[in-house]
């Protein structure tokens, strides 16, 4: 892809499909992250490329409910960390909270790339902040090697995460999460937040707290409502999904 | 991929996914073709995964126009000729023109790779029907490696196409066209058929006939359609995209 120029008005679309597919042939993403994108980005058309004011209000939920877990995780695949990493990073370092790489398709190679990436973006980021904050940053500890956990209720290799992380967390910050998986999470009495474009999804319905919204403009803007100290309140999941399909079918009408 | 079950109520998605995945690797597909097809399955997962009557009545007018072209030719890219490249070359038998392989990230490798993997399915499809069939299935020209073409008011390799097929064309059917020579080929006066899952696109709205619809099912029901000889109407286009935005609209709300 050449160069894009700043006036296109789907600019951060056509970057993050670059990003993908360079991070596609680097083996950082299983064979169906391309089409998950896809999917991902035809809803986001449909929702307008922005982040609602219901989006939103999920992303201030999502922040105050990580703030007041007691041990709270960010999962990440591989899209997400191509997509968000740095936002991911930005997000852990404020909430003080580790992240777990943890994949579908889990092989070592991959968990293993991902990890390096995820290492070397909070380098990247703690180059960017001033000293007390590069601490914070600096000390996210990036889990998923270990593979010492077990998400009960699930088998093989989809069953294995890090003890230290998901398996002990009480809330789960999972963007672009597995239908099954979010399922097993929410049995295990676990807070399960997800980001997902598609409010149809079984992710997107059967989560604590659904983000309906692009995953590098959500944990973008959950960096800044992180900073301004939200309380969770007492949070009307289905009102959210609602909200976004109106949105769609509102946006198929504009002809 | 595993073996999918029969009763699986998205088998044809996932086998539709199974066989992108082992094109890609085989070299059949561009970067964002997956990409592509993701947005397709969005759009899909929409519309209920069916052909609606509109679609059929898209498709109907389609098979008319075809038959009724002095020199008609379907334009095939990876993803479709992956997907439906036997229904492509029955169509084809019926209405007795060419397949032209035409792509948009236009390499020789491709080109070539597409047109033996639909000289292969040639072979195929003629080994399925009688006699009399079999020969007008042989009789299916396969070009595209010619490039003695172009398409004017194009640039640089997407103007490429052959002589023979597009460039003398009066009725082109391409599915999953871009919408720069969708635009380009209305331009030169010729009637534009296009399978299309999002009716929003700028080629579904460019079109002379959009077929909203997946491209398999799509030229499946062509097959049967073109054996009832239909006559071209009066077609009213922004009749058929209003009608699948309805669709999109409803689904929306099935929460």
Redesign the interface.
């Known amino acids: 892809m050449g160069e894009i120029p700043d006036s296109h008005p789907r600019k951060a679309s056509l970057l993050a499909?670059a990003k993908?597919?360079e991070a596609?042939r680097e083996g950082l993403l299983a064979?169906?992250a391309?089409?998950?994108?896809?999917?991902?980005?035809?809803?986001d058309?449909?929702l307008g490329e922005r982040t609602s004011d219901s989006a939103k209000a999920a992303i201030k939920e999502c922040a105050a409910r990580l703030l007041a877990a007691n041990n709270p995780v960010i999962s990440m695949n591989g899209n997400t960390t191509v997509l968000a990493g740095k936002q991911a990073i930005r997000a852990a370092a404020i909430i003080g909270c580790p992240i777990e790489v943890n994949i579908y398709y889990r092989t070592p190679e991959r968990i293993e790339k991902l990890i390096t990436a995820l290492e070397s973006m909070k380098e990247e980021v703690a180059a960017e902040v001033d000293e007390k904050t590069k601490a914070s940053v600096m000390a996210v500890e990036i889990l998923g090697a270990d593979a010492d956990g077990k998400i009960d209720g699930l088998e093989g290799p989809r069953s294995i995460c890090s003890r230290k992380g998901i398996e002990s967390a009480d809330v789960v910050l999972v963007p672009l999460e597995d239908g099954d998986r979010c399922e097993a999470l929410v049995a295990l009495d676990k807070q399960v937040l997800v980001v997902d474009l598609?409010?149809?999804s079984r992710t997107a319905?059967t989560a604590t707290v659904t983000i309906v919204d692009e995953v590098a403009r959500a944990l973008g803007e959950m960096e800044e409502l992180l900073l301004q100290n939200p309380q969770p309140t007492d949070w009307d999941n289905?009102k959210t999904?609602?909200e976004a399909?109106?949105i769609?079918?509102d946006s198929?009408?504009?002809?």
């Open positions: 499909r993908l597919t596609a064979e169906s391309m089409i998950a994108h896809g999917r991902g980005e035809a809803f058309y449909l598609n409010p149809l319905r289905q999904l609602r399909l109106d769609i079918s198929s009408k504009r002809i």
